[in-house]
Nanobody
Framework: QVQLQESGPGLVKPSQTLSLTCTVS??????????WSWIRQPPGKGLEWMGA???????YYSPSLKSRTSISRDTSKNQFTLQLSSVTPEDTAVYYC??????????????WGQGTQVTVSS
């Protein structure tokens, strides 16, 4: 059974960089053909896809967040990391990591982390 666990600070100050790590167990992040994504849900809003790093190690980002987002991985630790720079209170959300596949340009997720609340506030 694949398990994903998000970790990182729950409180970030405005203008700082938010950093979260997703630790994966029960499966390798380099296994064909999985995509490892970051998704967030602001309070009272829907899910927002932020970006993904697939098995190949390349990266894909949401156009609206691309200038502030970086996703990387550490294959030795079976982890992938999200960095979101210049955060504002609008970045307050529950952040999830998830595993999925892409079929016809559509992501299909089968495993999710439990989510971690990140609040941006001074």
């Amino acid at each position: 059974q694949v398990q994903l666990q998000e970790s990182g600070p729950g409180l970030v100050k405005p203008s700082q960089t938010l950093s979260l790590t997703c630790t994966v167990s029960g499966g390798s992040i380099t296994t064909n053909y999985y995509y490892w994504s970051w998704i967030r849900q602001p309070p009272g809003k829907g899910l927002e896809w932020m970006g993904a790093i697939p098995y190949s190690g390349s990266t894909y980002y949401s156009p609206s967040l691309k200038s502030r987002t970086s996703i990387s991985r550490d294959t030795s630790k079976n982890q992938f990391t999200l960095q979101l720079s210049s955060v504002t209170p609008e970045d307050t959300a529950v952040y999830y990591c998830a595993r999925g596949t892409v079929v016809g340009g559509v992501y299909n997720y089968d495993y999710w982390g439990q989510g971690t609340q990140v609040t941006v506030s001074s």
